[in-house]
C-alpha cells in the first residue's frame, strides 16, 4: 500500500524536535538573549534518560525543568542533550534523549511544541496562554527551588493547533 511507504507521521515528528535540538544547540553555543527561556518537559522513565534516583523516585512520569537562569553546561548531540540543572539548590545532572521530550515552550515568543506518545501532536501556540506545560516540578529562577507548576483553571487555555485539523476525514 502506497500509505506504508511514507510515515508522514514520523516525518513531522522528527522535523519538530529538530526545531528544539536545533534552538538548544544555539543556546549551547552562544547562550540565551532577551527574556527566552524554556520549559522543557520529558518522560523520565523513557529509554536513555539519566537523572538522580530520588528525582526519579519522586516524578516517576514526566518532569518539566526550565531552562533560564539556574542552567550550565548545556551539550547538544544529534539524539539527546546533557544539562546541569539546580534542584532545591543541588546541582544535577540530566541526560535527555529528545525522543522523551513531551513538551518544548520558550513562553517568551508564545512558542510552544507538545508531543505525546512519541509523535508530534502539535504546531505552535496562538493566543495569550504562555503558561508552562503543567510538570509535576520545575527548578525555579530563585536560589534553583523547585516550584510547582499546575494549570491555573481561571486562566482561559491558548489554543494549540493540530496536525489533524488539516487533514481531510
Given at each position: 500500500m502506497a500509505?506504508?511507504r ?5 516525518y513531522v ?5 529538530g526545531?528544539a ?7 549551547g553555543?552562544h ?6 527561556h524554556?520549559y522543557i ?6 529509554a536513555?534518560v539519566?537523572?538522580p534516583?530520588y528525582?526519579r523516585a519522586r516524578y516517576?512520569e514526566?518532569i ?8 550550565w553546561?548545556?551539550e547538544?548531540e544529534?539524539?539527546?542533550?546533557t ?9 544535577e545532572r540530566?541526560v ?6 513531551t513538551a518544548f515552550?520558550?513562553?517568551s ?7 505525546e506518545?512519541?509523535k ?13 506545560p503543567?510538570g509535576?516540578e520545575?527548578?525555579g529562577?530563585?536560589g534553583?527551588?523547585?516550584e510547582?507548576?499546575?494549570?491555573d483553571?481561571t486562566?482561559?487555555a491558548g ?7 488539516f487533514?481531510?476525514?
Open positions: 500509505s506504508d511514507f510515515r508522514y507521521d514520523q515528528d522528527d522535523a519538530l524536535r526545531v535540538r536545533r534552538v538548544l544547540r544555539d543556546v553555543q547562550g540565551l538573549t532577551g527574556t527566552h524554556f518537559s520529558f518522560r523520565t522513565s523513557h536513555g539519566e537523572m534516583d528525582l516517576p514526566e518539566t525543568v526550565v531552562l533560564q537562569h539556574q542552567f553546561g548545556l547538544v544529534e539524539e539527546k542533550f544539562v546541569t540543572v539546580s534542584f532545591n539548590r543541588q546541582n540530566l535527555v534523549p529528545f525522543a522523551a521530550l515552550v520558550d513562553p515568543v508564545r512558542f510552544g511544541l507538545q508531543f506518545d512519541g508530534a501532536e502539535a504546531g505552535t501556540t496562538s493566543g495569550p496562554d504562555t503558561r508552562p503543567s509535576p520545575t527548578p529562577p530563585g534553583g527551588k523547585p510547582a507548576k499546575a494549570a483553571k486562566e482561559p489554543k494549540v493547533v493540530t496536525l489533524d485539523a487533514r481531510k476525514k
